[in-house]
């Protein structure tokens, strides 16, 4: 049975990556879920498969070599699927250390825990082995020219110390992969949306807001671009690299749906009111006047947008949903799942909330 170790499956797109990979393949695969549940991992998000004979929940730091080489000893790995990481910008510039540890030391050991359990005498690697790193486009940097895109021969050019951390988990992987030959591919994909996502990120941080009648916080003039990616498209995408990416290579993914923040909070706030019953309480709460345009984020990328020229060529992904629906879809899953927000903005979310925006 081929065995997959997840690292970070605790999180946002991890416990989505772990859920499609159970749709998509059923009882043929197994699941190993590495995380050391920080405030970002949520056993909540697994709650369904939690009993599955296939599926395992480790509880280990990824920066902790002794317990990562121990999974590696009892269990015959074929796949490792890199997620673990500190992933939020805001924090990265409040406290980066933890970034280099978790990102670039912690990606290190995975690597090299995976090399030793992997590599023959001979220095090669059997066939069917391989380490899926997830990575960003924000090792790319901004861009300017507006007819411009990130392609994987992109540059890097990382500003923040979350994506210098990340460049640099890239560049390890790229090392082991030049000096090495280990089987490993690189993905770098645009900002995901979706079910289970933290909500000190921009999309369910403002439909969190809005339902509470509390102030929607834009950084700077709103006007700053993302790509955003449907993170059961982002799933897909990783699969199909598993399978068929060529080994050595990079993947961009992203969804072709460039959006100014502003425009995606004036987006939300529409499918909020249509989705509310009339007699909903919080409709009268939402409202544009909860917009507030606060402090700019120290160094903050003007504009990503991903050219998925690469893996739509050679490996035919392309995303299925486009915003209208993923929005929709997503804001109807936050109203049905109302008990996860209370469960996962109590503790420290509340602490942080309160630093990062003064309140
Ligand atoms: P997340 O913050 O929601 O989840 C991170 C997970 O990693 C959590 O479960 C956390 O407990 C775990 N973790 C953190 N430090 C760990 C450690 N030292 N040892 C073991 N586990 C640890 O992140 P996410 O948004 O799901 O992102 C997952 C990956 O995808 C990250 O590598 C991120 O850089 C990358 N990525 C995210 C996005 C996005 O839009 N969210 C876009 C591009 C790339
Ligand atoms: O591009 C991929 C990246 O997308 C991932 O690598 C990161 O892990 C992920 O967190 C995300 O980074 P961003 O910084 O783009 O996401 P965030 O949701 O924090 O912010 C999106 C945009 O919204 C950004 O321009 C900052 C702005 N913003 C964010 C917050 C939290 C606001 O205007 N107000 C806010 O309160």
Known sequence: MKTYLVTGGAGF????FIHYMFKKHGDSIRIINLDALT???NLGNLEDIAGKENYTFVKAD????KAVRKIFAENEIDVVVHFAAESHVDRSIRTPEVFVETNV????????????AWEKEDGSFPEGKKFLHVSTDEVYGSLSDPNDYFYETTPYSPHSPYSASKASSDLLVKAYVDTY???????????????????????????NNALHGKKLPVYGDGKNVRDWLFVEDHCKGIDMVIENGKLGETYNIGGHNEKQNIEIIGIILDTLQDLLPEDDERRKNISRDLITFVEDRKGHDRRYAIAPDKIKADLGWEPDTMFA???RKTIEWYLENEAWMDQVTSGDYQSYYSRMYNV
Request: overall charge negative; some cysteine.
């Open 62 to 65: 990824i920066r902790d070599g």
């Open 39 to 41: 405030y970002a991992g």
């Open 105 to 116: 030391l912690g990606t290190c050991i995975m690597l090299n825990a995976a090399k030793e």
């Open 13 to 16: 797109i991890g416990s989505n």
């Open 181 to 207: 030959h280990f089987p490993a591919n690189i993905t770098n994909c645009s900002n995901n949306y979706g079910p289970y996502q933290f909500p000190e990120k921009l999309i369910p941080l403002i439909i």
């Open 325 to 327: 629906e993923g929005i």
